[in-house]
């Protein structure tokens, strides 16, 4: 079946833009989680949606980030006035309730 | 301190080699564990969920020590195909199921 994709997987924008990263995930997944990783660095949490519940932004590093989910499915991650720390690959995982997470491709964001 | 603590390697082996990688994590909450696997530039990928038993799933064996929190990952007859980076990955209890990833052991297995 589809795994999870996000779009675009490459992004390169300039200092001060604004970025919409996107994700669909697995069909019939509740739980959806975005996480970035920066060159040579593990991953870091950003924030999780499970169904309807508020979503938790406890990783979002500054309030520059923002995310929202729609009807349940597809998300849409914000970054407004990039700066360059902001350069990472953003991935988004799905899963079914508190079962393994499956990882979407990623977008790879340069800020310049 | 990090919450989920790897040696970063490299593992260089030769093909056939039995290496075993290890893992720590410092938050004795955590419930599940897992070990992820990440090529380069691609998204990692479930390798085997860890559970308190122990447990097997071909020529790789995952053991979970929780007194120690400590996690071992063991894989026998390595193949070229196993170089990679391995993740030691913890769920965060205070975050609903969100995952904390150590930054990865690199592996690379040599014919």
């Known amino acids: 079946g589809a795994g999870v994709s996000q779009s675009p997987s490459n992004k390169v924008t300039e200092k001060g833009k604004d970025v919409e990263l996107r994700c669909d995930p697995i069909?019939?997944?509740?739980?959806l989680y975005w996480y970035r990783q920066s060159l040579g660095q593990g991953l870091e949490f950003l924030i999780y949606?499970?169904?309807?519940?508020?979503?938790?932004k406890s990783g979002l590093p500054s309030d520059r980030f923002s995310a929202e989910r729609t009807g349940g499915s597809v998300s849409t991650l914000t970054i407004q006035r990039t700066q360059q720390e902001d350069s990472a690959v953003y991935l988004c995982?799905?899963?079914?309730?508190?079962?393994?997470?499956?990882f979407g491709p990623g977008t790879r964001l340069t800020v310049t | 301190r990090k919450e989920v603590e790897q040696d970063p390697g490299p593992f260089n082996v030769p093909e056939g080699a039995t290496v075993a990688f290890n893992c720590t994590y410092s938050?004795?909450?955590?419930?599940?564990f897992f070990w992820y696997r990440q090529d380069c530039r691609k998204e990692p990928k479930l390798l085997m969920s860890?559970?308190?038993s122990g447990n097997e799933d071909g020529r790789f064996t995952a053991q979970l020590n929780r007194a120690s929190q400590y996690i071992s990952l063991l894989i026998r007859d390595s193949k070229l195909s196993d170089s990679a980076t391995y993740l030691c990955?913890?769920?965060?209890?205070?975050?609903?199921?969100?995952?904390?990833f150590g930054k990865g052991t690199s592996l690379l297995v040599t014919p």
């Open positions: 995982a799905s899963s079914s309730g508190n079962s393994e997470q499956y």
């Open positions: 069909s019939g997944h509740t739980a």
């Open positions: 949606f499970q169904g309807n519940s508020a979503p938790d």
């Open positions: 938050n004795s909450a955590s419930q599940s």
């Open positions: 860890v559970y308190s």
């Open positions: 990955v913890v769920n965060s209890p205070n975050s609903g199921y969100a995952l904390n």
